[in-house]
């Protein structure tokens, strides 16, 4: 009876898989060609308080990984708006106010991004993150993901596990925009 059990645990087991809800969303606006790009500003991130803080400052830290543009932290960002009398919402940051605050901050492009946990039928992090053009308010790439099925203790391992997936995606978005930033300096 307990190998017809495990037999049929491992036979569901592909099925289950499949049945896990998980995000995945990559756009990325092609006819955009950021000019003269340098400094990239990550805003703090909202959502689950418990996570956003850190989540930002650890996709901070893969981000800084590229070369190509100067990029100002999540808790540089809070600090300097808050001394220049702008106070980022816990909330979920709007265009136009990642906008002003990458005015304030001397940035051409800024980083909004949102940490939610789904408590589905299997718990999991998403991480959705936008680059904005500060000069013009477009949005340059949208990025949603969640973390990968994984057999994760708590819900922390989850976020960290969202964080890398969505910084692989942005990684790959900022060598490509470097490129063309390159392609239109000659």
Not at 91 to 103: F, K, L, R, S
Not at 161 to 183: H, M, N, R, W, Y
Request: charged residues 20%.
């Amino acid at each position: 009876m307990k190998r017809m059990i495990s037999y049929l645990c491992l036979l569901s087991y592909p099925f289950l898989l499949y049945s896990c809800e998980t995000t995945r969303h990559i756009e990325k606006n092609a006819s955009i060609i950021p000019h003269n790009w340098c400094t990239i500003a990550i805003l703090p991130f909202s959502g689950e308080r418990a996570f956003a803080r850190a989540a930002a400052e650890l996709f901070s830290f893969h981000i800084l990984k590229q070369k190509h543009f100067k990029i100002i932290q999540p808790a540089i960002a809070e600090i300097t708006l808050l001394k220049k009398g702008l106070h980022i919402s816990q909330d979920v940051v709007g265009v136009h106010e990642a906008q002003e605050a990458g005015h304030l901050l001397g940035a051409e492009a800024v980083i909004i991004g949102n940490i939610k946990i789904d408590h589905g039928f299997e718990i999991h992090a998403i991480a959705d993150l936008k680059l904005i053009d500060t000069k013009t308010e477009d949005i340059v790439a949208t990025i949603a993901l969640s973390s990968p099925l994984i057999f994760a203790r708590n819900e922390h391992d989850l976020v960290i596990a969202a964080i890398e997936e969505v910084s692989k995606e942005i990684l790959l978005i900022l060598e490509d925009l470097s490129g063309k930033i390159a392609g239109t300096a000659k």
